[in-house]
Nanobody, 114 residues
Framework: QVQLVESGGGLVQPGGSLRLSCATSGITFRSYLMGWYRQAPGKQREEVARIFSNGRTYYADSVKGRFTISRDNARNTMYLQMNSLKPEDTAVYYC????????WGQGTQVTVSS
């Protein structure tokens, strides 16, 4: 079965950085368009970044210039490097195929607070 396991979240001060990882199994990872999503308390889930199998990327305006998405096809793993974090980045972060037709994992909590 498809498994998506997010990790790397935590508590960080504004302006700090975190690197999230998405470990996958049960899929031909290199063939898929993959993305990172987030859901803040009381808000709907939103896509923040996507990456094609050839490395082409897309970012939501809210994170452009601060976040970098990447993938390691040999390890079936996707990453999200988050720099210059803001309190409004606080959310549970998830990875999934784009469009999001896999089952959601547990996500990883990112909290940005002083």
């Amino acid at each position: 079965q498809v498994q998506l396991v997010e990790s790397g979240g935590g508590l960080v001060q504004p302006g700090g950085s975190l690197r999230l990882s998405c470990a996958t199994s049960g899929i031909t990872f290199r063939s898929y368009l993959m993305g990172w999503y987030r859901q803040a308390p009381g808000k709907q889930r939103e896509e923040v970044a996507r990456i094609f199998s050839n490395g082409r990327t897309y970012y939501a305006d809210s994170v452009k210039g601060r976040f970098t998405i990447s993938r390691d096809n040999a390890r079936n793993t996707m990453y999200l490097q988050m720099n210059s974090l803001k309190p409004e980045d606080t959310a549970v972060y998830y990875c999934n195929r784009v469009p999001s037709n896999f089952s959601w994992g547990q996500g990883t909590q990112v909290t940005v607070s002083s």
